[in-house]
């Protein structure tokens, strides 16, 4: 069986639940023609993935909205979980959708990626949302995003939290030299990673692995060596796809958003995540 491909999957679901002020995305609601279009495109793209049978694979779901919300996303994940050439299905998720569904999935290969968003869920709804999580034995990593308004809540998640859980943080860097040094500090204590996700890393020219072992790919198919570089580099259902996987250099100046930066050799974050590098998951120090 060949090496494993990543593949980062975005279709074009844009609609979410939630309306936090800094995503374009905030309550935004889909026709019905939209919707019939995504889950169509999803459904396609399942059905490839399952034919591979020779092809090991992850899949991240990094949808522009919240999936899990769509029946059609959860009863992918179920399915692709118990293909066995599947290692690893992730997603992105708000955690506000019900989570009964798990049950039916081969739940040590799923994987969800959970964001918090105070304002829009209570601190205790949220918290029992990752209980049942727990208790469904499911791998999961928490976040937010590391709005200076949101410091207080963000350390009431980490101190709510088993410490068995990681507890990431997005900095925010659309504002330049956005957080004072203490509130650097602040952060890195509660997410060891943060200064990571606090730069923009020098990207121009280095080695990648997207575009040969990790691809990103839309609802029609096409294929992108990463959601950051828009050129077309190929597409899963043409026959020869596999031609399109080769190692190539970044083409942007930096790289600053984990599922991008976190493919390039020379951070080496591949070892600090190991197995659990799609749901954002490191792995466990070793003694």
């Known amino acids: 069986m060949d090496r494993c491909l990543t593949i980062l999957y975005r279709g074009p679901l844009s609609s979410c639940n939630y309306g936090c ?4 995305f905030a309550k935004h609601h889909e026709t ?18 399952t034919t591979r049978t020779d ?10 909205g919240e999936a899990l919300t769509r029946r059609w996303y959860r009863e992918a994940m179920v399915r692709l979980s118990w293909q066995p050439h599947v290692r690893r299905v992730a997603v992105q998720t708000n955690l506000s959708a019900d989570l009964q569904w798990l049950e039916k999935s081969e739940r040590e290969r799923i994987g969800l990626w959970c964001t918090y968003h105070p304002g829009e869920v209570t601190h205790a709804k949220f918290l029992d949302q990752c209980a049942q999580l727990q208790q469904l034995s499911i791998r999961f990593s928490v976040g937010v995003v590391g709005l200076r308004e949101h410091a207080a809540e963000i350390a009431a998640l980490r101190a709510a939290l088993d410490r068995s859980i990681y507890v990431w ?20 204590a509660i997410d060891p990673l943060f200064r990571i996700n606090n730069t923009r890393h020098a990207s121009l020219g280095q080695s990648c692995r997207t575009g040969e072992t990790v691809i990103a790919v839309d609802g029609a198919g096409d294929v992108r060596r990463c959601h950051f570089v828009p050129t077309i580099i190929g597409n899963i259902y043409e026959p020869d796809f596999e031609a399109c996987l080769q190692p190539r250099t970044c083409p942007n100046a930096t790289c600053g958003c984990h599922i991008g930066y976190v493919h390039l050799p020379h951070l080496a974050l591949d070892e ?3 197995e659990g590098i799609l749901e954002r998951i490191p792995a466990p120090r070793e003694a």
């Open 55 to 64: 092809q090991r694979c992850d899949i991240f779901f990094t949808p522009w």
């Open 169 to 188: 943080i997005n900095a925010y860097k659309r504002e330049a030299n956005y957080y004072r040094p203490e509130e650097i500090e602040q952060f890195v």
């Open 21 to 24: 002020d800094y995503c374009p």
């Open 32 to 49: 019905a023609a939209e919707l019939a279009l995504d889950r169509q495109q999803l459904e396609r793209f399942v059905d490839w993935v």
């Open 272 to 274: 600090v995540f190991r």
